[in-house]
């Protein structure tokens, strides 16, 4: 059977998470920042995704985005390949 996740933040990754949820202009930092909260406040990955409209491993993503890299991690990557063109 696989270890159970520790989801618990210390304080002062809760204060970055909440700091974030508060003040980041970023509308995809604040959803992901909200997910990385209320799995602290001890929601199930299935209860956060199904709040927050995602997949369970978009979920289980988002954490692990967290974890390695903070809130700057949550926010969009650049994407690779060309840049769409504009037309008429």
């Keep these: 059977m696989p270890k159970a996740q520790e989801y618990q933040l210390t ?7 909440e700091t974030a949820i508060k003040h980041d202009k970023r509308p995809e930092v604040v959803q992901r ?3 990385v909260r209320l799995l602290h ?3 199930k990955p299935e ?3 199904m709040m927050q409209a995602v997949s369970k491993p978009t979920i289980y993503g ?3 985005r967290w974890q390695s890299g903070g809130v700057e991690a949550l926010a969009k990557q650049p994407k690779s390949g060309r840049p769409p ?3 008429d």
């Design 11 to 17: 304080k002062e990754e809760l204060k970055l998470v």
């Design 33 to 35: 920042s909200m997910a």
């Design 41 to 43: 406040l001890g929601h």
């Design 47 to 49: 209860e956060v995704a």
């Design 62 to 64: 988002w954490f692990h």
């Design 85 to 87: 063109k504009a037309d």
